[in-house]
């Protein structure tokens, strides 16, 4: 298994900044993607942005411009930076990576970080 702690949420007024990061750990293995999801109370989680081992970077219709998507390859780390926040984007965000081991992939999920915005 590959663990996956994120860090960086937190409370900000709209208008604000926030990255959030998610760091992999585990034994060997190796990272197809990684990316961010969130959820908004009582609904499913949707796609916010990924990004593939080569660093080519998907995003949601709603993310386009105020989401970037990056990734550390040294550090195993994925990040997302949100800029103008807006309360509607106040939800748990969480972090998912498929990766590889003994030529198998698998999928895992960090335990969420909320992100609330105040107006």
């Known amino acids: 298994q590959v663990q996956l702690v994120e860090s960086g949420g937190g409370l900000v007024q709209a208008g604000g900044s926030l990255r959030l990061s998610c760091a992999a750990s585990?034994?060997?293995?190796?990272?197809?993607?990684m990316g961010w999801y969130r959820q908004f109370s009582g609904n499913p989680r949707e796609m916010v942005a990924s990004i593939s081992s080569g660093g080519s970077a998907n995003y949601a219709d709603f993310a386009r411009g105020r989401f970037t998507i990056s990734r550390d390859n040294a550090k195993n780390t994925v990040y997302l930076q949100i800029n103008s926040l807006k309360p509607e984007d106040t939800a748990v965000y969480y972090c998912?990576?498929?990766?590889?081991?003994?030529?198998?992939?698998?999928?895992?999920w960090g335990q969420g970080t909320q992100v609330t915005v105040s107006s």
């Open positions: 998912n990576g498929i990766f590889g081991r003994d030529s198998r992939w698998f999928d895992s």
């Open positions: 585990g034994s060997t293995f190796s990272i197809h993607s």
